[in-house]
Structure formats: structure tokens, C-alpha cells
């Protein structure tokens, strides 16, 4: 687990390297401390499921996340235009745990937000298929928030933690957050981080230019993706 944090370490500094380089604006990466092993625990017995070894690995020995956020200006639209132009978010860090902010905190506060906040699109009529809102009423109960993109609508990036591997998962409101289809961007928490942070975290959705096909999943080693990273590092 110390190899797979030093690479999102790395890379995390390597996209604000490469950002500053290309004239864009960055937020240097602030990590947040660990947290105790207790929030674990307390989490646990409050769901009944366990998180992912490396994701509670992570959060307890390493950091409970960071802040970083990046953005260029349109000059990645010569190489592609859904190359992405910005990374991370301005408002919020990325898990935002820490020991004065527990895991049952930021988990009660997404649950909450999905039941009555302005989020819970879900709850409205837009869906046609019935099955498809029971599917995802009762997935999002295993799901934790790993990131917000508020500025973008309130869309979330979660961790679907009662499935093995677990699921990385967009949450789009303009597909009223549902988790069929190419709602899952990747598979395994140190997988997901690994490939995300080769590609310098960028901005990712249902309809990413770095999603596989095949995998089912976005991927740093697809054409596309290369692009990108040779772009960056010239």
C-alpha cells in the first residue's frame, strides 16, 4: 500500500507541475491527517459492511484525503476536444475525512443529502424505468462519497463498498443518479486511484474520453489516455 500512496503522492504533484507549466491555475495538494482506526470500527457497526482494506489503509495511515484542484484553458480542443480541462474541485477535498470529521460523518451527511437535501433528484419522476430507481435507492445506502462536483450540478464520484471488488461510481443528476450502465468508472479503490492519478486526476464522467470499452472502466493505457500524458509532459 506504501507504493501505490507515493505514486498518487507523486502525481498528484506531477499534474500541478505539469498545469503550471501549460499556464494553468492550481491549488497546491493540502493532504488531510489520518484518522483513528475507531471511525473504522464505529463505521462498521453502524453499516454492518466493511470499507476496502486499502481504502480504510489510506484513510488511517497515510491521509483521510487532499485538497487539489487544476484548470487549463481550452487548449487541450486542438488534441481532443473532450480532453478534460480542469481536475479536482475549488470547494471541497477529495474523501474529506480527517480526526475532527469521521467517516459516519461524511457518510450520514451524503445519505442525508440523497433523502432530503436539494440532491435527491432521484426521488423525482424523471426516471421511466421503475426497476431501475429501486436498483438505485437501495445501492446507494453502500455507497460512499469520495468526491463532489457541486460546481457541476451535484454530481459524485462514490465508492460502492458492498460489492467485491468494490465499484468506483459517477453519480450524474442529469441521469438522476442512476448506477446502471456506465455509471461504474472503475473497479478496486487502489486500481481506480492508480489509473486516475496517472492521468492527473482529471474531471471523469458516465461519457469520459478515457473510458475503456472493454474494461468497463476509464484506463491510462488507451489511446486516448497516452495522448493526454504526452501532451502534458511536453
Known sequence: MKAAW??????????????????????????LSPIPLAHVEAFHSFTGVSLPEDFVEMVTQFAGGFWFAWSLDETPCFLNRKFPWNGGNWEAPFIGVSQTKSLMEVYSEF??????GPANWIYRSEFDDHEDILLTRSVLRYCFP???????GADFLVLRFDTKPCQILYLDHEWG??????????????????TWSNLGYPAIDRDSVFFDEEQGAISDKTESAQAWVRWLNE
Not at 146 to 152: A, H, M, N, R
Open 177 to 194: 443518479y442512476s448506477v446502471s450502465g456506465r455509471a461504474i468508472v472503475g473497479y478496486g479503490f487502489s486500481d481506480f486511484m492508480t
Open 6 to 31: 507515493d505514486t498518487w503522492l507523486s502525481n498528484l504533484h506531477w499534474i500541478s507541475e505539469r498545469v503550471l507549466a501549460k499556464e494553468g491555475e492550481v491549488e497546491e495538494p493540502e493532504l
Open 111 to 116: 445519505q442525508d443529502e440523497f433523502l432530503t
Open 146 to 152: 469520495l468526491y463532489s462536483f457541486y460546481g457541476g
